[in-house]
Each structure stands twice: as structure tokens, then as C-alpha cells.
């Protein structure tokens, strides 16, 4: 799929264009159509040059690490040319909502690679990868063309990660490594959680599994486990802004209390993710929270907040986990950041 | 702004400024003030601050003011803008500072160039506009560079030669496909006729010894089939002399209405023809000139018009150059209408009868008498452009006839004219040009201002018959070589840009759709021969570039086999035992043992091939890699061999 964007100088060109043409229709002076000749001329290879340069092309994004919005990324971007000669003056148009260009002057033919630092991206989501496209002005500078190129598969950006240290620190029991939260008896029953490849048959809880329709294993206390739930309020109508920034303090608590080896489990309005810890677990979590959006305003039931740290986050005044606010070790009003 | 765009943006500007002061029509002071812009620049590329804002805003206000100062005083709009321009191409070279700056001065520049084609159909614009075309599109390629945030130009210059080589193809292709018009709706061409005499409705006697001296080239004919000269060509003809001046006193003017591009006059059956192209410079006349009889005029426009003396015009005077195909008969008018009018003497012709009938007095016959009389003028009198004031009470051509005894054709045209009145034969004096010189670069002739000429018709036995009174004189034109050949490529420039025109795209649609034609022999057109040329080179380079490419393009699969195919047959040819066969573990070890190639460099080589060929995979600087120790491997073998 190709789309022109005619930038101002070409809009000005093709009016002259126009105006020279009928000048020459109009005074039947042969230098005048010759003019025009070269404008029309100037024209054509301006698209067709254009189209032919972004032929033959195909290009991958490569990663090196998980992307948070607002923060500073890596990206490699490898273009293959499978034409016998170059492009010249290409853009790779990312598929974030920046829309960020990545310049390449010239695509030799075979493998071009080429890494960019400092890629932002503002907000989290999911980007689907068929929106990275191809774009280039080559050779003029009347218009861009531009191709998406065909692929499948997304870009997930995770919320952005902030310091919450300072918001845990007045918290009673405070989630330091001294002073845990005592959590059952030691091989008690504890909570379920999702099955981890591998791992043995005979700890399945299958009730849980019935109940989730996935695989569930049961967990028994150790006398060194923790738990902290963390439960993001989406149940409210408020400013995108705001909203944000609770994601962006409920990724961060899920991620530090994965750091400091909690099971954690997230709970928002209509989703949720079973205590688990471990990178793994902590992406599952940011997973969710990427694509998280605000839902109509109404009561989020929640059974029971199981023993450990429950950190409730909130962005508007009508809450619709008001009903366990009292049962939180932590209330954190986004709007307050 | 990098340098290199602004030294282009300079020059496309000078273009511009150049275009518009080659036409020869710009006031002086406006042309100084335009050449102005070379100090603009030249403090830009010092890097010289530029002019502030305010400084700008009143410079451009004062030019408008100028602008319409100008307008004022000359009454034309176009010349006023054009001069205007002119200034302000001055002011933007003080003021190149944002990336928008250039393109301005890219605007300015087409539209200088669009006013100069109005004004001018010189061959000099031409070559402005080739130069035009190539530095724009380098230019605005650099724009598109410079606003991508490039600063280094070179690895473009191949794309950059290849799309202005690729621009100027299609110029050419819009430029002969783009449907033409007979001639333009309502516009007006400004560039001015050449000045010539006797081809209007009154001559004054003696106005032909100043042009005779202009070397000025008024028109370029081909002949076929190529008859010697010199050649008459015909234009007006006058019937009324009051001593001083001639008059075309009957001009009774019909229009002809063309059949598709030809007039038919009279096609008459077994007398000899001959076809003429003929290519009219612009003059401020509507006459156009034909041979003896013409039978059939080809040309642009829907009609001509013919008067009563067999005399054409176009349908008004043109102020660009004018094609025409003539054919004509090797015959006589025979038209009687008017002939009294062409018995009419100034009231002093007493002396001339008295000097014609001594001449003719003993002769019989009408034709021989003319003869006598040619004869007469041509062996006692003598030519010369130089002649004197009569004295007072005394007319020219009685000076001539009696006094002086010298003058040029006017006065012999004349003299003859009143001789052959003064006895009763109908005559009639006759202007045009006598071809003189031929190019043979272009085979064809070249005819100045100073081949215009006049000769007498007389009307003998029903028929009008053409004599020349005027002794022949060798006019010596200059003719270096490189002037010849330069004028060629001048007619060219007339013939096929100037002057393209719907019969030419016509002729040529025919000719490329006659297959039969074509299978046959070559195009006779040289338009489309250099067409094809054009083409053809540029498919030729396109191959070249397309070669070279190949030579860069390190990720080709057949490249690297073909480099290692050729490795492969120089281990061979050192004495390796290599087949076509062997892995590349017994190349390697073939080459190691020739001895002729450093170990390191077929190592690596080998490898790079292994993993290029069979890893599926690519990788820019291995493939670099691997021809540059292809190419070294290759030294190497050269190095061996004049080392032996």
C-alpha cells in the first residue's frame, strides 16, 4: 500500500506546472512547451524514481531490550535490498505513535544494518508491526512517498518505570527485607498460580484450573515467601494523563516487588494476574498493563485480599475497589504524583 | 546551508539573470544591477552575515516601486516584470539564509527563464535551458539532501548525473508528444522582427543600399533537387512609381483556405519541379517567398493569401521564426488582369523613352527588345552600393540613367522597369532575395539581408517573364567553417525546436507507423535520428550503471560465484590442481601450494565464500570483505606474472 504526501514546495510546483502549461497553450511558443516539457518531465521522475526506490525492500525491527514508554531505547533496523542497484534516501517510519524516522542514506544492495540510540516512544501500547513502513522523497522535494511494509506481529511498549521507593517507605508493614509480612503456616495452602512448563503434575491444582481454564499449580507457604498484591483501579473516567501515570506506578510496583522476590499478583477491573514471581511473571504483568484502558465506572469485586502487602493504586475519587480500601496496606492516588 | 548548495543555488540564479540579459531586450541598468548577485554570493560563501529583515522588506518595496516606475515610462508589463526579477534575484543572493531561500531563488529562475523564452528564439537559449535543466535538478536533489540533514554529496553524484541524464530524455519525449496547436490562443510573442525593406506596400527609392550592407541572415533554404543558384526568390511585386518612391498600388489580396497543410494553387503536368523548405527568420513583414510559380505552399496556419502579381502573405506578420514547403514550376504567370497599371510613368520619362528608343528602336520583336535593353544596362552601367545625392533638379534614376551611371539593383530594377514602360511594354519590379552562399554543413542556403534584390517582369507574349538588369557581383560572406557549422546547428534549432509544430508530430507519427518505411532504410528526420541516439545512449549508460552496480552490490549470489569461479581457474593456471569438483578445502590447499598468493588473503577469502554462499545468509562488510580480497588476489596473479 503506497500513500503521496505532497509537501508544500510540491504543491507550488505542480500550480507552476499547471500555469506554464497553459502559458504554452495559450502562446503556442515552442520554448514555453519546452519548459513545460521539463516540469512535466521533473514531475514524472519524481514519482517514478520514487516508486522504484522503495521496491525490492524489506525490513526488520530488531530489539535489544523491552521498551518502556518515555525511556530511551536501542533499536536495530535491518534492510534488505533484493534490487540490483541502491535506494537512495529511505526513512523507516516506525510504528509508534511518534511516528519517528530513521534515515538511511543509501541501501546498498543485500543486508543493510544500522542501530539508532535514544528511540523514545510516549505512550505504552501494543503496535502492530504491519505499521512499520518505508518512506522516501528521493529525488526531489515535491512529495513522500510512503509503503507499509507486510508483516505480522506486534511491538509491545510497557508503561513507563518510576522510582516508588519513596511511596512504599511510610507504608505499615513497611516491604523492606526485615520485618515481612508472616504469611501462613509453613506447607500451608497458600494461593494457585499458572503452571510453569515442566514442572511437576501432582502439585495441579485442578479446581483452579477448571475455574481459569488454564493450567493452575497449587503454592504452599515457605517460611521465607511473600506476598503483595497490587491492585490497579481502571474502573474510573479521568484524564488520560492521570491514568498513565497510575499505570505507570502500578508497573513500578509490580516490578519492585518482583525485584525483591515477592509473589505478586495484579488485579485490575476485569483482569487478572495470579501471584507468580520472577522476570517472567513480572512481564506477564507488564503485558496486561500495556494494553490496560480505563473501564466504565462501577464496583470491581474483588473475593478477598489474601495476606502480605496490598497496594492499591486509584486516579479518581469514585473508586470502584472502595469496598477493600480498608483492608490496603497502601492507597496511592495517582493524581497525586 | 552546506556550500555546495549554495554554489548551485548561485548558479542556478545567474541561469536565470543570464537568460533574461541574453535577450538583448533588458535595459542596461537593470542588467548591471543583475549582475550584482555575483557579490551577493560571493559574501555568502565568505560566510558574511546576511542582510537583516527590515533591510529586505525595503529593498523589495523599493523594487516594486521601481517596478512600477518602469511600467510607467515603457508601457510594458512584461519587460517591467522582467527587469524587476532581475533586481530581485540581487537582493536573494544578500539573503540566503533559510532552507526555503533557495527555492525561491528556483522560482524566480523558471519564471526568468519562461519570460526570456517570450522574449527570445535564439539558439542561446538553447543551450541556457540545457544548462537550466541540469543544474536545476542537481539542485533541487541537493535540497532534497540538505533537508534530510546530509552534509556529504559524493556517493550521490552517480544518481544525480543519472536522473538529470534521465530529465532531459524526457524532456525530449514530452516535448515532441505534447499535442501542439496551430498557434496560440491569445498570447503574444515579444520578440522582435528583423527590419527589412521593400516588402511592404510602399518602397522609397534608395532604401535598399542600407540593408544591402546587413549581413544579417533573414532566411535558410533547402532545395531539392539541388538546382546551381543563384535563386530568385519572389516577394512583392509594385506597379506605381512617382519618382521617388513605389507603391503596390492594386494589391487585390484573396485568402487561400488549406486543404490539410497545403495550398493548392495549379498543378500543372509536365513542366519541371522542385520542393523548397524554407525557414523564414522573424521580419516585419507578412511576405513569404516563393520561386517562379509556386503550385503548392505546406505550412502552419488555415490560410494564406495570394494578391493579383502572384505575390503571398501569411495570414499576419509573425514575430517567430516561420516554416514553409514550397513547390514550384519551372513556368510563368500569365495573368493579364491590371496590366494597365503597369504601364504608369513619373511625369519625367521623356528622357528615358528617348534613351529606350535609341536602344531598342532597330529591334523587332517585343522579347528581344526587352534583351536589348537588360543588355544595355548591364554592360554600361556599374554596380555600386556607394552612390551620391542626385543634383538638384535632377531625380535619382534620371542621375543614374544619365550622370553617374552607377548604383545597385534598385536602380537598375527601376531604370529597366520605366524603359520598358516608356515604350509600352507592361513591367513591374519585383523584390525578394537572389540566394548566394550555401552551407554545405547543412546543405542548404543562407540568405541575408544583403541577398535582397530586386528585378523586373515583363509581361511579353502573355506571359511574365523575369529579367535582371543588375550586373553580377561577387559578395564575399564570411565563411570560416566553425560559422557555417554553427549556423547549421542554429537552422536545426529553428527547424526542430522553434519551429515543431502539429505537421511535424504528424509526419513523424506517420513515419513511425510505417513499418515498411522503416524496415527499409534509416530515419530521415535527424530530430528523430538524434532522438534514437539519445535513446539509445541512455539505454547504453543504463546498462553501464546497471553493470556497476552489480560490481558494488556485494550480496549478488552469482557475484561471489563468478569471483571465486575465476579464483578458481587462476590456481588452475599457476599450477593448482584444481577441477571444477574440488571443495573448497582442496582449492584452498591447491592455492596455499602455488605459492603465488598470500596465504592470509586466500584464508579469508574462502571463508567469506563459505559462509556468503552456504550460510543463506548476507552481510555488507563480509561481501566488501570478500571482493577486496578478491581483487587482491587478483594483483597478486598480475604481480606473479611481470615478475616472470
Given at each position: ?29 515552442n ?79 543485500g ?16 503496535y ?41 517507605k ?14 501462613g ?10 503452571y ?20 493452575m499449580m ?120 | ?8 543555488t ?83 543572493s ?215 502579381a ?17 513547390f ?51 554592360k ?39 524603359m520598358?514602360?516608356?515604350i ?10 537572389l ?16 541577398d ?23 559578395i ?153 580480497r ?15
Open positions: 500500500m503506497r500513500n503521496i504526501h505532497l509537501k508544500r514546495e510540491g504543491r507550488r510546483f505542480l500550480i507552476a506546472v499547471a500555469l506554464i502549461g497553459f502559458a504554452s497553450l495559450n502562446t503556442g511558443n520554448l514555453i512547451y519546452l519548459i513545460f516539457s521539463m516540469m512535466l518531465s521533473i514531475s514524472l521522475i519524481s514519482f517514478v524514481v520514487a516508486v522504484i526506490n522503495l521496491r525490492g525492500l524489506k525490513g526488520e525491527l530488531s530489539f535489544k531490550e523491552p521498551l518502556y514508554a518515555e525511556t530511551p531505547f536501542k533499536i536495530e533496523v535491518r534492510l534488505q535490498n533484493i534490487k540490483t542497484f541502491p535506494s537512495y534516501s529511505l526513512s523507516v517510519v516506525l510504528p509508534f505513535d511518534s511516528g519517528q524516522r530513521l534515515y538511511f542514506p543509501i541501501v546498498n544492495r543486508l543493510n544494518r544500522r542501530s539508532f540510540d535514544n528511540i523514545t516512544v510516549k505512550k505504552r501500547g501494543r502492530s508491526i504491519g505499521d512499520l513502513g518505508l518512506m522516501t522523497g528521493f529525488p526531489f522535494i515535491f512529495m513522500y512517498l510512503y509503503r507499509r511494509l507486510k508483516y505480522d506481529g506486534e511491538v509491545i511498549v510497557y508503561p513507563k518505570i518510576i522510582d516508588v521507593l519513596p511511596l512504599l511510610d507504608l505499615q508493614p513497611y516491604p523492606s527485607d526485615r520485618g515481612m509480612p508472616r504469611i503456616q509453613e506447607g500451608e495452602f497458600l494461593f494457585a498460580r499458572e510453569i512448563y515442566g514442572e511437576e503434575s501432582r502439585k495441579i491444582d485442578w479446581k483452579a484450573t477448571a475455574r481459569m481454564q488454564k493450567t497449587k503454592v504452599f507457604s515457605k517460611s521465607d515467601d511473600r506476598l503483595a498484591t497490587v491492585i490497579l483501579d481502571n474502573g474510573g473516567g479521568a484524564e488520560d494523563g492521570i491514568f498513565e501515570k497510575a499505570v505507570s506506578v502500578t508497573a513500578s510496583l509490580c516490578s519492585e516487588f518482583i525485584q525483591r522476590d515477592y509473589y505478586v499478583r495484579l488485579i485490575t477491573c476485569g483482569k487478572v494476574v495470579p501471584f507468580g514471581k520472577g522476570r517472567t511473571h513480572l512481564f506477564k504483568m507488564f503485558d496486561i498493563l500495556a494494553g490496560i484502558q480505563q473501564v466504565g465506572v462501577g464496583r470491581c469485586p474483588v473475593d478477598e485480599l489474601t495476606e502480605g502487602l496490598n497496594m492499591l493504586v486509584l486516579y479518581t475519587d469514585s473508586s470502584g475497589f472502595s469496598g477493600i480500601i480498608s483492608q490496603c496496606t497502601g492507597v496511592i492516588d495517582a493524581r497525586d504524583l | 546551508m552546506p556550500g555546495i548548495y549554495k554554489l548551485f548561485a548558479i542556478v540564479a545567474i541561469i536565470g539573470n543570464i537568460s533574461l540579459i541574453s535577450t538583448g531586450q533588458m535595459n542596461p541598468l537593470f542588467s548591471i544591477i543583475g549582475v550584482g548577485l555575483l557579490f551577493g554570493y560571493y559574501r555568502s560563501f565568505r560566510g558574511y552575515p546576511q542582510l537583516p529583515k527590515w533591510a529586505v522588506g525595503v529593498l523589495s518595496l523599493s523594487t516594486f516601486i521601481v517596478f512600477l516606475l518602469n511600467f510607467y515610462i515603457n508601457k510594458d508589463v512584461f519587460i517591467s516584470v522582467a527587469q524587476m526579477t532581475l533586481i530581485f534575484q540581487t537582493i536573494k544578500f539573503d540566503i539564509k533559510e532552507a526555503w531561500d533557495p527555492l525561491q531563488v528556483f522560482f524566480v529562475s523558471l519564471l526568468q527563464l519562461l519570460m526570456a523564452s517570450e522574449l527570445t528564439n535564439s539558439i542561446y537559449f538553447g543551450i541556457i535551458f540545457l544548462l537550466f535543466l541540469v543544474f536545476i535538478v542537481i539542485s533541487i536533489l541537493l535540497g532534497h539532501f540538505v533537508s534530510e540533514g546530509q552534509r556529504e554529496f559524493r556517493p550521490f553524484l552517480m544518481p544525480t548525473a543519472f536522473i538529470a541524464l534521465l530529465t532531459l530524455v524526457f524532456t525530449i519525449i514530452f516535448f515532441v508528444s505534447i499535442p501542439r496547436f496551430h498557434s496560440g490562443l491569445w498570447g503574444r510573442n515579444l520578440s522582435r522582427g528583423i527590419r527589412s525593406t521593400g516588402f511592404s506596400e510602399r518602397v522609397d527609392f534608395g532604401s535598399f543600399g542600407r540593408v544591402k550592407l546587413d549581413e544579417t541572415v533573414v532566411m535558410r533554404m533547402v532545395i531539392r533537387p539541388d538546382i546551381q543558384g543563384p535563386h530568385y526568390l519572389r516577394g512583392m511585386t509594385f506597379d506605381y512609381f512617382d519618382g521617388k518612391a513605389w507603391y503596390d498600388r492594386i494589391r487585390k489580396i484573396k485568402r487561400i483556405f488549406r486543404r490539410p497543410y497545403d495550398f493548392n494553387i495549379n498543378v500543372p503536368e509536365g513542366i519541371r519541379k522542385y520542393e523548397a523548405e524554407i525557414y523564414l527568420e522573424p521580419l516585419d513583414s507578412d511576405v513569404i517567398f516563393t520561386f517562379k510559380k509556386p503550385y503548392k505552399i505546406e505550412s502552419e496556419g488555415f490560410f494564406l493569401r495570394k494578391d493579383s502572384g505575390s503571398f502573405y501569411m495570414k499576419q506578420k509573425v514575430s517567430k521564426r516561420f516554416f514553409y514547403r514550397l514550384s514550376v519551372d513556368d510563368y504567370y500569365n495573368d493579364n488582369a491590371y496590366l494597365h497599371s503597369y504601364l504608369q510613368t513619373p511625369n519625367r520619362i521623356a528622357p528615358i523613352k528617348r534613351l529606350t528608343e535609341q536602344i531598342a528602336s532597330d529591334i523587332r520583336g517585343q522579347l528581344q527588345k526587352v534583351e536589348a535593353i537588360r543588355d544595355y544596362l548591364l554600361n552601367y556599374k554596380y555600386s552600393l556607394f552612390t551620391k545625392r542626385p543634383p538638384d533638379g535632377i531625380t535619382a534614376i534620371e542621375d543614374f540613367l544619365f550622370n553617374s551611371k552607377k548604383g545597385y539593383c534598385e536602380h537598375f530594377a527601376t531604370a529597366m522597369t520605366l520598358l514602360r516608356s509600352g511594354i507592361p513591367a513591374r519590379l519585383v523584390t525578394g532575395f540566394s548566394s552562399q550555401k552551407n554545405d554543413f547543412g546543405d542548404y542556403y543562407l540568405i541575408r539581408q544583403s535582397a534584390h530586386s528585378w523586373v517582369e515583363a509581361f511579353i507574349n502573355g506571359r511574365w517573364l523575369t529579367f535582371d538588369p543588375t550586373p553580377p557581383v561577387i564575399s560572406h564570411s565563411r570560416a567553417g566553425i560559422l557555417l557549422f554553427l549556423d547549421m546547428i542554429k537552422l536545426k534549432w529553428s527547424r526542430y525546436v522553434v519551429g515543431f509544430s502539429a505537421y511535424d508530430q504528424l509526419r513523424m507519427a506517420n513515419y513511425i507507423f510505417d513499418y515498411r518505411r522503416m524496415a527499409i532504410d534509416m530515419p530521415r528526420f535527424p530530430f528523430l535520428r538524434i532522438m534514437l541516439f539519445i535513446i539509445a545512449m541512455s539505454i547504453l549508460l543504463t546498462i553501464a550503471y546497471k553493470l556497476k552496480s552489480r560490481g558494488l552490490s556485494y550480496a549478488r549470489y552469482r557475484g561471489i560465484s563468478a569471483e571465486y569461479a575465476r579464483f578458481m581457474r587462476m590456481v588452475s593456471r599457476c599450477g593448482g590442481r584444481v577441477l571444477p569438483s574440488s571443495s573448497t578445502e582442496e582449492v584452498l590447499r591447491e592455492a596455499m601450494q602455488t605459492e603465488r598468493f598470500d596465504h592470509n588473503d586466500v584464508r579469508r577469502f574462502i571463508e567469506a565464500y563459505r559462509f556468503l554462499r552456504f550460510s543463506g545468509d548476507s552481510d555488507s562488510d563480509l561481501l566488501r570483505d570478500f571482493y577486496e578478491a581483487k587482491r588476489l587478483k594483483r597478486q596473479k598480475r604481480q606473479d606474472k611481470g615478475d616472470k
